[in-house]
């Protein structure tokens, strides 16, 4: 997946004060696409970023945002495949993305494997998400750091859904990944794999019930005014990936390199910190745009969490026995 021109069509070369003090000095500039709004938080963390890097930079380095997936047509999975062969400098995006190249992805969208942030944080930032963000250089692409996703909750027009059976027939829109499809048919619902940017119009149209995501997205993508329901499942916690092309990274000088690695950590973690902390005020400013918020019934989410269970022996096949097995023993699941 990789091009021989990336670094020469990523990289604007000028003359300034060099990063490292040599008589060859260079600016860099590069562009970061996102598939959110520029008000989500994965805006806010791509922001966030650009910020630290052109701070330890003095400046010699810009990264520009380019949100609402413009930069790849808001095909995702395109990104990926951009983002390997050089089209596109730097991207973030979600793991259950990437688990369409590289199937260990699917290890972090178990139903129910995380029972907190603490958990899943601990998973990212630990030997498993490592192993996952290092998997991506087959790719063409380096894995540069994990960045918090709030878990996953469904959103519905008119039904309320508070116990398992609710789930039974809901046409609910769920990303282009077998794990989800197998998930959600086990549970009842009628899983419909569908573009994200095809999902406001088809629950606009009533061609969906409902879609399934952290509460950032029915915010920042207005979903609240096709969508009576938030129904707090909580059913799956994923992340994601600020990723950038190797060969323009392996291009980089290695103090740019340091500097870029650093700025991603401090930034994933500014944006986890963020995540966690406005996720109630978002649930609360969903309230205020007309959504009702309900919560499963305890036994209920219990329900949903042993039929989760009984599919991990046939997620293997998903993920990879190995790796899997790896991470259940890593969070102290068998």
């Known amino acids: 997946m990789r091009s021989t021109g990336a670094i020469a069509g990523a990289l604007a070369l000028l003359s300034s004060v060099s990063l490292s003090g040599a008589a060859e000095a260079q600016e860099y500039s590069f562009r970061m696409a996102i598939g959110d709004p520029i008000i989500s938080t994965v805006a806010i963390g791509a922001e966030k970023f650009a910020e630290i890097v052109t701070e330890k930079t003095d400046g010699d380095v810009e990264i520009e945002i380019f949100p609402d997936g413009i930069l790849f047509g808001g095909d995702q999975n395109a990104a990926v495949n951009q983002l390997g ?171 740019l390199q340091e500097i870029m690695q650093e700025s991603a950590l401090e930034a994933a973690e500014y944006k986890g910190n963020y995540d966690r902390q406005e996720e109630a005020r978002m649930i609360e400013e969903l309230k205020e745009k007309g959504m009702e918020v309900h919560e499963l019934d305890p036994e209920e989410k219990e329900k949903l969490k042993k039929i989760s269970l009984a599919l991990y022996p046939e997620f293997e096949a998903l993920v990879g026995a190995e790796f899997m097995q790896e991470s259940l023993k890593f969070l102290g699941r068998n």
């Open 85 to 255: 062969d050089g089209a596109l400098d730097m991207v973030i995006l979600s793991s259950n993305v990437f688990a369409s190249f590289e199937p260990r992805m699917n290890a972090m969208s178990l139903p129910y494997l995380f029972s907190d942030y603490g958990e899943l944080e601990k998973y990212m930032k630990g030997e498993p998400g490592q192993t996952l963000l290092s998997s991506l250089d087959r790719l063409g692409i380096k894995g540069l750091a994990m960045m918090l996703r709030t878990f996953r909750h469904v959103t519905t027009s008119d039904r309320v859904i508070t116990k398992v059976d609710d789930l039974k027939g809901l046409k609910l829109r769920v990303p282009n990944n077998q794990l989800f499809v197998k998930f959600f048919k086990e549970v009842g619902a009628n899983p419909t794999p569908m573009a994200f940017t095809e999902v406001y119009t088809a629950l606009q149209l009533g061609a969906i019930d409902g879609q399934e995501n952290p509460v950032e997205i029915p915010l920042s993508n207005r979903f609240y005014e096709v969508q009576k329901h938030l129904n707090l499942t909580g059913h799956i916690g994923d992340a994601y990936i600020l990723a950038v092309n190797k060969d323009l990274w392996d291009g980089l000088p290695p103090e």
